[in-house]
């Protein structure tokens, strides 16, 4: 958000390097884009418009990155009395399946590290 770019620039402003926009009109892209936590908390928007808010993010990460990107989510594996209504739980083999399908041949997905979340990497066959 616009308020969190200006904390941001206010916390940093003595690092020249850094810099803080809400917008991705000027991003020219990066080797890697990683997103990390960005797709757990929904609060009450319903899940179908976040698995959508979900899928566009991931399209938008793929169109920055040259070499790949990786994200996470909130496993459907999860155990069910742990489950909270506010998060987004999103089913790991179908955005496997999407990523593999739309992106790149080399997908992997990490899901074997003790949390309720899955990792997803793609390394793109472009440079």
């Known amino acids: 958000?616009?308020?969190?770019?200006?904390?941001?620039?206010?916390?940093?402003?003595?690092?020249?390097?850094?810099?803080?926009?809400?917008?991705?009109?000027?991003?020219?892209?990066?080797?890697?884009?990683?997103?990390?936590?960005?797709?757990?908390?929904?609060?009450?928007?319903?899940?179908?418009?976040?698995?959508?808010?979900v899928i566009e993010t991931i399209d938008r990460l793929a169109r920055l990155a040259r070499r790949g990107f990786a994200f996470n989510c909130l496993t459907s594996y999860s155990d069910a009395d742990r489950m909270r209504p506010d998060l987004f739980y999103a089913d790991p083999c179908e955005l496997f399946d999407y990523c593999k399908r739309t992106f790149a041949r080399n997908v992997a997905l990490l899901h074997d590290y003790g949390l309720y979340e899955f990792t997803l990497l793609v390394r793109m066959d472009r440079q």
Request: charged share 25%; glycine share 6%.
């Open 1 to 53: 958000s616009d308020d969190m770019c200006a904390a941001a620039r206010q916390r940093h402003a003595g690092e020249p390097r850094a810099l803080f926009t809400s917008s991705e009109d000027w991003l020219t892209g990066s080797d890697y884009v990683v997103a990390s936590g960005i797709f757990n908390v929904r609060l009450q928007s319903p899940a179908a418009d976040w698995k959508r808010y």
